[in-house]
């Protein structure tokens, strides 16, 4: 595995979570329902609800294609301390879901795709190797997606048939926003930096 891993360089962490994730899908209905988002249930003060929605799923199919996005960010080696992904990854799952909670149109809601569209745009403007066009690719990308599931055009009939439910994209968009906003940060801290006199 290290001879492997020394050969293909990743990241760890997104495949750590990629484990506990397909492990809890492993551990069946009743323990996704424990944990999912419940519109109701958060209301009678079952708040972990929040955070745990976004690390179960609908089943194995939902589970893996999840599991690929993390893979993908895996690949793109982002730089920083794994604390501090996981710190975006719960801050974003709780304002996801508060997102959903003051909505209201959601009754119920699992994966973690809605985290992952933020954590793929900062993966890779934070990534190691890549190069800068090959950065703003995979940006511009998951940006052109999230606006046209925005749209009346977008349909999710076919990611719905695979993985037994509907799709949230306002799920998504709230994701993406959030790895948009920490990007558009660094940004600006390495303007300012930069203009900075020595």
């Known amino acids: 595995m290290l001879n492997f891993l020394s050969r293909f360089p990743v990241a760890l962490w997104p495949i750590y979570l990629l484990l506990v994730m397909l492990l809890l899908t492993s551990l069946g209905e009743s323990v996704t329902n424990l944990l999912r988002f419940d519109h109701q249930a958060i209301g009678h003060g079952e708040y972990w609800r929040l955070l745990s929605a976004h690390v179960v799923h609908l089943g194995w199919a939902h589970g893996l294609l999840n599991a690929g996005g993390l893979l993908m960010v895996a690949w793109m080696q982002p730089a920083g ?16 879901s508060m997102g959903l909670y003051l909505d209201g149109s959601v009754n119920t809601y699992v994966g973690a795709s809605g ?14 190797w890549l190069e800068p066009w090959r950065k703003s690719l995979v940006v511009f990308a998951v940006t052109t997606k999230l606006l046209w599931e925005q749209t009346p055009w977008y349909s999710d009939a076919s990611v719905s048939e695979m993985i037994g439910g509907y799709v949230v994209v306002d799920a998504h968009f709230l994701g993406g926003l959030a790895g948009l906003m920490v990007v558009v940060m660094a940004l600006l801290k390495k303007s300012a930096n930069s203009g900075a006199p020595s």
């Open 81 to 96: 301390a794994p604390w501090r992904w996981l710190v975006f990854y719960v801050i974003t799952s709780i304002v996801i």
């Open 115 to 128: 985290v992952l569209h933020g954590l793929l745009i900062m993966a890779a403007f934070f990534s190691h």
